[in-house]
């Protein structure tokens, strides 16, 4: 049986859909781009993203740099990134400058604040850090130009001031030269273009259009214009043109709404069918006949709703919600992506079955939701608001003009259902018994309130909603004034057991019947070093996340009150601030940061996808395996088909049904590499997965084999660097090795000065030793420690899980091997490197058949994280 042509057979075909979906969005965007070549003589755009210049305050030289761009590269290396004022600059000239034309520079984000000058002169500043802004420059701007631009991503007024993310500082979205004629489309309504459609259903079977358009006259006497709304269908067909005309005063600006006759049975936006109906608006000079100005938008006709008992709808019918979280960054450029980078997210996600994405926690580019809107995810987007309301001057203020923001500019987009403004705003709140409580509660729960009030007053036709955190707080104080209640859920991570996820929904559900709820975050941690058989909370093997995901999917999907759910996360992405197994990367997502799927990403697909047969060997992710060798190993199979079989190099090892999408067969592997192949029958024809897994039995130290003990581990720990594995620990057995006495410990802290951090993350503390049976001889012994009897301090965001850390203070201890004392009143603090890596090597004599460690206690608890053992 060859591997050939199967072996990648599901990665080829990813690859070739996603490429498919991505040339279909770009001859759309081609398209479009043709039927707007028309208005190079009204409205001209051009990025300027090119020529800039970059330095901090405290640089005395500038660097070339490009946009989009971010100054927080160091994020990737060091907890206190730099947070401060960075200053751009760049040189514009212009071939001229047209007399009664108008002049803006438009940009579509800079984290977190942003001041423009314009040949010295101040054009504007804008607060907040993930919606557009636009300024006019018309007075300013000549034909040889300096623009200046300096950001800020420290300001503590705006949000966020707090939260599992980086705040990536720069200009890491597109700017723009944008130039128009004196009448136009309004350009200075927060970021948006002045434009507003609105497509409803009537009597569910017509459709109707309304078109809000702004338009303003900027020239010094009156005009009379007229604006034109075409409607195309789908097809391309025009269906009707809608004309308004109107005059204008000297410096007015004049809101005019058109509304569309009857469009007969519409075809119904969904994600399955994202059916997006064109409207052309075109402004014209009445008594010249010019054409002015020309805006394109798509739309969609589609209705839902959220019920407490009955989970979500759309189009009237029951419809789950399936979906990631998405952060928007990937290394090395931060969050300073190309166009490109974030359609390819997007269309990950559809080819793994998503309807919906939740995009998280701030306004995402422009592209992202043109995305959305073209190959079908319901989207939920939302402002930073995040841990806490702090009581800081214009901190509400700026919160209200990023909601306006945001919903302006994305106003239009069909696949935005839900606006949201708060996420887990009491998890870093004062204790209710605190005497800062009431303040705090009064000005979290008044903010929550204005911006609802102002929500309902932009935009009534979508839903409000919050992400609340595991506390029935947030409905007692009354911040369930919204119409949708996410719950960020992670028993079986941070907090209890898996089961308690379930009790809590139903309890939410019993006490507040009419309330509707989505599951807006759960997830767990995946180190892709990490792996074992036996996995357990916080030991981010790639088993337990499986296993975690295996428990909450299948309930959410079953339980129709719950609308649906978000996973946490889409990506690994960074948090600067995380510490645990992979510092500065929450490793929840079903994807690595290079966007390369985890294995777990095939058992959502498995789900979700019933279009087309699924099958994967659940197993890449762990491809080399140290075991017993009459020992089975577990290969795990993700599949939406009832039945698969398993081969090992071309024999069958038998079938299995498939249960929830996935099976696990026990097989015997030979020492060395393997050939794993799965296959199954979908209406008649075979779908086979295959890939290659090389297995090494258990070391030999009478071999020469290195024996690497992950001491108070359960999981097996393959370095990068290396490729050595090493061992989940183990009591001793008689012709074996292991532990006599001691206790297991872990934790969160980031170890310091290595690439191994998970070796140092967990260890074996009291009075204890170690046994391993061994030919006599010479051998050289490595013992690694951490010292965390200082721990670091933890993000909120863990949920107390560092708390349980318990250490003894101050240690000294003895360390003898094959009894002789190797080390007396011995610390590896070394004069306080606490959290620092700490690894010796020892020449020994074994003369007993067995190496013996033991470690006793002076003061404190003696501790041990690793032991690697080499015959000489």
Same mark, same amino acid.
């Given at each position: ?12 075909n ?35 993203n ?62 977190k ?36 631009i ?16 980086t705040?990536w ?7 723009? @030269?944008?130039?128009?004629?004196e ?36 020239a010094?006497?009156a ?5 034109k ?9 025009l269906?009707?043109t ?7 005063k ?6 005019v ?33 010019? *054409?002015?100005?020309?805006? +394109?938008?798509k ?39 190309d166009d490109e ?10 080819? @793994? ?15 992202? @939701? ?6 079908? #995810? ?14 800081t ?16 500019q ?15 705003i009491l #998890? ?22 204005? *911006?609802?009030?102002?929500?309902k007053?932009?935009?009534p ?36 057991? *898996? ?5 809590w929904?139903k309890d ?29 909370a ?7 996340q ?12 079953e ?10 996360n ?19 997502g ?16 498995? #789900?979700?996808r ?9 197993s ?16 795990? +199979? ?26 696990i ?63 989940p620990d ?5 012709g ?8 297991e ?9 290595t ?24 051998y ?8 965390v ?21 101050e ?34 004599q ?6 013996t ?9 003696a501790? *041990? ?8």
């Open positions: 049986m060859k591997l050939t042509k199967s072996q990648n057979s599901n990665n080829n990813e690859k070739i859909m996603i490429n498919r979906i991505l040339l279909k969005i770009g001859v759309l965007a081609a398209i479009t781009m043709l039927a707007t070549t028309t208005l190079q003589a009204q409205r001209e755009m051009k990025t300027i090119d020529n800039w210049e970059f330095r901090k305050p405290m640089d005395e030289k500038w660097e070339s740099v490009n946009l989009p761009h971010t100054f927080n590269q160091d994020a990737y290396k060091q907890r206190n990134y730099y947070q401060g004022e960075g200053l751009y600059r760049r040189t514009l000239v212009l071939p001229d400058i047209v007399k009664g034309r108008r002049y803006y520079l438009k940009v579509d984000a800079a984290s604040a942003a001041a423009v000058s314009v040949n010295g002169n101040k054009a504007g500043c804008h607060a907040g850090g993930y919606t557009a802004f636009t300024m006019d420059i018309t007075n300013y701007i000549q034909k040889e130009n300096t623009i200046e300096t950001v800020d991503n420290s300001r503590k007024d705006i949000t966020p001031i707090s939260a599992d993310f705040f500082g720069g200009i890491y979205r597109d700017v723009w @030269l944008i130039s128009t004629p009448q136009h489309f309004n350009m200075t309504n927060m970021g948006s273009d002045g434009i507003f459609i609105n497509a409803s259903i009537t009597n569910k079977k017509n459709g109707v259009l309304k078109v809000r358009s702004e338009v303003s006259n900027d010094l006497k005009t009379t214009l007229e604006v709304n075409a409607i195309y269908s789908p097809e391309g067909e269906l009707q809608i004309n308004r005309k109107l005059k204008l000297a410096g007015e600006t004049r809101t709404e058109c509304i569309s006759d009857d469009i007969q049975n519409p075809s119904l936006w969904t994600p399955e069918t994202p059916s997006l109906y064109l409207i052309k608006t075109t402004l014209t000079d009445l008594k010249t006949g010019k *054409l002015l100005d020309e805006k +394109i938008h739309t969609g006709f589609r209705w839902f709703a959220f019920d407490g008992n009955k989970g979500f709808s759309l189009n009237g019918k029951p419809y789950k919600l399936r979906g990631f979280n998405r952060h928007q960054d990937q290394a090395p450029v931060g969050v300073a992506l980078a974030h359609r390819r997210d997007i269309a990950l996600m559809k080819e @793994l079955g998503c309807n919906f994405i939740r995009i998280s926690h701030y306004p995402q580019d422009d592209t992202v @939701l043109e995305m959305c809107d073209e190959l079908g #995810l319901l989207a939920w987007e939302e402002i930073p608001i995040i841990n806490i309301v702090p009581d001057p214009g901190y509400d203020d700026n919160c209200e003009q990023n909601l306006r923001e945001m919903i302006r994305h106003y239009n987009h069909p696949s935005v259902i839900a606006w949201g403004y708060m996420n887990e #998890l870093t709140t004062p204790a209710v018994d605190k005497p800062e409580w009431p303040a705090c509660k009064e000005r979290t729960v008044a903010l929550a309130q204005r *911006l609802e009030t102002v929500l007053e932009e935009d036709s979508r839903v409000s909603v919050m992400a609340f955190n595991m506390t029935n707080l947030y409905n007692e104080i009354g911040l369930n004034l919204e119409d949708v209640v996410g719950w960020n859920l992670y028993h079986g991570w941070y907090v209890g057991e *898996l089961k308690d996820f379930n009790a929904c939410q559900h019993r006490r507040y019947p009419n309330q509707p709820i989505i599951i807006s975050e759960w997830g767990a941690g995946s180190d892709k070093r990490l792996h074992t058989t036996n996995g357990r916080f030991d981010f093997s790639i088993e337990y499986q296993t975690y995901i295996e428990h909450y999917l299948p309930f959410i999907e339980t129709k009150w719950i609308s649906g759910c978000a996973y946490w889409f990506i690994d992405f960074n948090v600067a601030a995380r510490q645990e197994s992979m510092p500065r990367v929450n490793n929840k079903v994807a690595y940061n290079n966007r390369t799927l985890k294995d777990v990403a095939y058992y959502f697909k498995a #789900l979700w019933k279009d087309v047969p699924i099958l994967r060997i659940a890449q992710d762990w491809d080399t395996r140290v075991g017993e060798t009459n020992k089975p190993q577990a290969i795990k +199979i993700y599949s939406n088909m009832p039945e698969v079989e398993l081969f090992v190099n071309g024999q069958s090892v038998g079938s299995q049904k498939i249960f929830n999408c996935h099976t067969f026990n097989v015997l592997l030979p020492k060395g590499e393997s050939t794993i192949l799965v296959q199954g029958v979908n209406n008649g024809k075979t779908v086979q997965d295959a890939m290659k897994i090389c297995f090494q039995p258990f070391p030999n130290i009478a071999a020469g084999d290195e024996l690497a003990i992950n001491v108070g581990s359960n999981c097996f720990y393959t370095s990068d660097i290396s490729s050595l594995t090493w061992l183990q009591p001793y057995t008689s074996n090795w292991g532990y006599i006495d001691g206790e410990h872990s934790t969160t802290s980031e170890i310091h000065n690439v191994d951090g998970p070796l140092y993350q967990t260890w074996r503390e009291g009075n204890f030793a170690y046994k391993i049976d061994a030919p006599q001889g010479d050289e012994i490595e013992l690694l420690m951490a010292d009897t200082k721990p670091a301090t933890q993000l909120a965001n863990l949920l107390g899980k560092s708390s349980g850390e318990k250490h003894s203070g240690t000294y201890f003895n360390i003898s091997i094959c009894g002789k004392q190797v080390e007396t009143n011995f610390s590896p603090v070394d004069y306080g490197h606490y959290r620092t890596a700490f690894k010796r090597r020892y020449i020994v074994n003369n007993d058949n067995c190496i460690i033991n470690l006793n206690t002076i003061k404190g608890k501790f *041990l994280a690793g032991i690697k053992v080499r015959r000489l």
